[in-house]
C-alpha cells in the first residue's frame, strides 16, 4: 500500500505531549510493547529492555521480510534497545541506575517476577518514589489465578468472548485480531498518563495494574451487563446483533457478502424500500426494532432473498442513494487500498536498516496541533546498548567486560 504520508517530525513541529518522559519498557510480544509505542509516538523516550538469550519472542513471528517480524516492526517503533541479563546483580544494577530516573515502567512478566529480579515496584518507588510503576499481567495482580501466566486468545476463551463469537451452531471462534491485547496496551498508555497528571500534582508516582482479564471484561460491555441485568446468558450469532434488527451480514448473487445496519427503525424503513419489501414496514411485526428482533428469523430470509437477487456494487449504489448505510465486507487488502483509507493516511514511513523505508500502521489518533511521527525504528536486538550504558558513565572497556560475561549483549 501506497498512502500519502503525515507531515514528518521537524525541527520546527510542536512539542509532542510526552517529550522529556522517559520510559523503561520490560515487555514482550503485543500488549506492553504497543502500549510503549503508543507513548514513543507521543514523544516520550521509550528503551527497550530485552534479556540476553533470546530477546523478544516476537521478532520470531511470521510473516516476516528479510528476516524481520511484521508484528515487531509495528509494536515497537519510536524505541531504543538494549539487551541485559536480569538474572545477574550486574544487570539488576544496571536497570536501577536507568530506573533512579526514569518516568514510567511497563513490564509484562508473570506476577512476582520482577520482585524476584529485585526490581519490583516497592523496590523501585523508594530508590525513585516519582516512578510510574505498569504491570501488565493475564489475570490481574489479585486472585487465585494471579500468577498464572496467560495469551490473548486464552482470555477470549476463559472471558466468555470467544463463547458468542461465530456461527449460532458453529464451534467458538478466535477473534481475527487481537483486540484483548491491543485494547489493554492502549488502557495501561491511558492509565500511565492519568498517573502522571496525578504526579504532577502530588509529586509521587504510582503502580498502574492492567490485566488482560479486566480488560476483556470490560470489553463485553453490554453483553456482560445484559447477563447482569436480566440473567439470560448472551450466544453466538455470527454476523448479527443481539439487539438490532436486520443488522449482519447477506450474500449478493454475484457471491460478495454486504453488511447492512438497520441500526434504528427509520433506516430499516430505507432498506425496506430500497428492496422492494416497504410493506413490511406497516406490518406490526417489522414496525418496530424490539419487535423485529423478536421476528428476525422470517425478517432475515426475506431480507436475504431479496438481496440475493442483486450484485454487490448495484446493491451498494442502490443502499447509497436510498441514504442506507451498508458496507463491501472488504479482505485486509481491500481495506488498506481503499481510497477513505488512503485519504487517512493510515501509516506512517519508517527508516529501517534492513528494509529500507516501509510503511507502518500508526497510532491511530492524529491531533490538530501536535505531528506525532516515527523518529525511531523499531530497535535490532541490543541496537543501544553501548550508547544507554555510555550515557550511565560506563567506559568501552567496561561495557566490552560485560558483554564478555553475557551481563549485556
Same mark, same amino acid.
Given at each position: 500500500m501506497t498512502a500519502p504520508p503525515p507531515p514528518m517530525l521537524t525541527e520546527a513541529a510542536p512539542q509532542l505531549a510526552l517529550e522529556g518522559i522517559r520510559v523503561?519498557?520490560? &515487555?514482550?510480544?503485543?500488549?506492553?510493547?504497543?502500549?510503549?509505542? $503508543?507513548?514513543?509516538? *507521543?514523544?516520550?523516550?521509550?528503551?527497550?529492555?530485552e534479556d540476553t538469550d533470546r530477546g523478544d519472542e516476537s521478532r520470531t513471528w511470521l510473516p516476516q521480510k528479510e528476516g524481520q517480524s511484521a508484528a515487531y516492526l509495528? @509494536? @515497537?517503533?519510536?524505541?531504543?534497545?538494549? /539487551?541485559?541479563?536480569?538474572?545477574?546483580?550486574?544487570?539488576?544494577?544496571?536497570?536501577?541506575?536507568? %530506573?533512579?530516573? /526514569?518516568?514510567?515502567?511497563?513490564?509484562?512478566? !508473570?506476577?512476582?517476577? *520482577?520482585?524476584?529480579?529485585? $526490581?519490583?515496584?516497592?523496590?523501585? %518507588?523508594?530508590? @525513585?518514589? !516519582? $516512578?510510574?510503576?505498569?504491570?501488565?499481567?493475564?489475570?490481574?495482580?489479585?486472585g487465585p489465578r494471579a500468577r498464572d501466566g496467560g495469551y490473548e486468545a486464552l482470555m477470549q476463551a476463559f472471558s466468555g468472548i *470467544? &463463547?458468542? =463469537?461465530?456461527?449460532?451452531?458453529?464451534?467458538?471462534?478466535? &477473534?481475527?485480531?487481537?483486540?484483548?491485547?491491543?485494547?489493554?496496551?492502549?488502557?495501561? /498508555?491511558?492509565?500511565?498518563?492519568?498517573?502522571? *497528571?496525578?504526579? /504532577? !500534582?502530588?509529586?509521587?508516582?504510582q503502580r498502574v495494574d492492567g490485566a488482560l482479564l479486566d480488560t476483556a471484561i470490560g470489553m463485553l460491555n453490554y453483553q456482560a451487563q445484559s447477563y447482569l441485568l436480566t440473567g439470560e446468558v448472551p450466544r453466538p450469532m455470527g454476523s448479527a446483533h443481539p439487539a438490532i434488527a436486520p443488522y449482519r451480514n447477506y450474500?449478493? %448473487?454475484?457471491?460478495?457478502?454486504?453488511?447492512v445496519a438497520g441500526a434504528n427503525d427509520g433506516l430499516t424503513r430505507k432498506l425496506l424500500g430500497a428492496l422492494g419489501l416497504a410493506g413490511l414496514c406497516d406490518d406490526p411485526r417489522y414496525a418496530t426494532n424490539a419487535e423485529r428482533v423478536r421476528n428476525r428469523v422470517e425478517l432475515d430470509r426475506m431480507v436475504s432473498e431479496a438481496i440475493a437477487r442483486h450484485d454487490r456494487d448495484a446493491l451498494l449504489r442502490m443502499f447509497e442513494e436510498a441514504g442506507f448505510p451498508a458496507s463491501p465486507v472488504n479482505s485486509v487488502a481491500e481495506s488498506l487500498e481503499d481510497p477513505q483509507t488512503r485519504a487517512r493516511a493510515v501509516t506512517w514511513p519508517m527508516d529501517h536498516p534492513v528494509l529500507g523505508t516501509v510503511p507502518v500502521v500508526r497510532m491511530p489518533v492524529t491531533f490538530s496541533a501536535m505531528q506525532p511521527a516515527i523518529r525511531r525504528h523499531a530497535p535490532r536486538w541490543g541496537e543501544? =546498548?553501548?550508547?544507554?550504558?555510555?550515557?550511565?558513565?560506563? &567506559?568501552?572497556?567496561?561495557i566490552a567486560a560485560l558483554r564478555e560475561r553475557k551481563i549485556v549483549r
Open positions: 523503561l519498557d520490560f &515487555s514482550r510480544v503485543l500488549a506492553g510493547p504497543f502500549c510503549g509505542s $503508543l507513548l514513543g509516538d *507521543m514523544g516520550a523516550d521509550v528503551i527497550k529492555i509495528v @509494536n @515497537n517503533r519510536n524505541k531504543r534497545g538494549i /539487551a541485559v541479563n536480569l538474572k545477574t546483580p550486574e544487570g539488576v544494577a544496571i536497570v536501577k541506575q536507568l %530506573a533512579a530516573d /526514569a518516568d514510567v515502567l511497563i513490564e509484562n512478566f !508473570r506476577t512476582g517476577t *520482577m520482585d524476584e529480579f529485585g $526490581l519490583g515496584f516497592d523496590v523501585l %518507588a523508594a530508590l @525513585n518514589p !516519582r $516512578l510510574v510503576y505498569c504491570s501488565i499481567t493475564a489475570f490481574g495482580r489479585t *470467544m &463463547s458468542i =463469537t461465530g456461527e449460532a451452531d458453529g464451534a467458538p471462534v478466535r &477473534s481475527g485480531v487481537s483486540f484483548i491485547d491491543l485494547a489493554t496496551g492502549s488502557l495501561c /498508555a491511558f492509565g500511565i498518563v492519568n498517573a502522571l *497528571m496525578s504526579r /504532577a !500534582r502530588s509529586g509521587r508516582g450474500r449478493c %448473487a454475484d457471491g460478495h457478502w454486504v453488511f543501544h =546498548t553501548d550508547a544507554t550504558l555510555a550515557g550511565l558513565a560506563h &567506559s568501552p572497556a567496561a
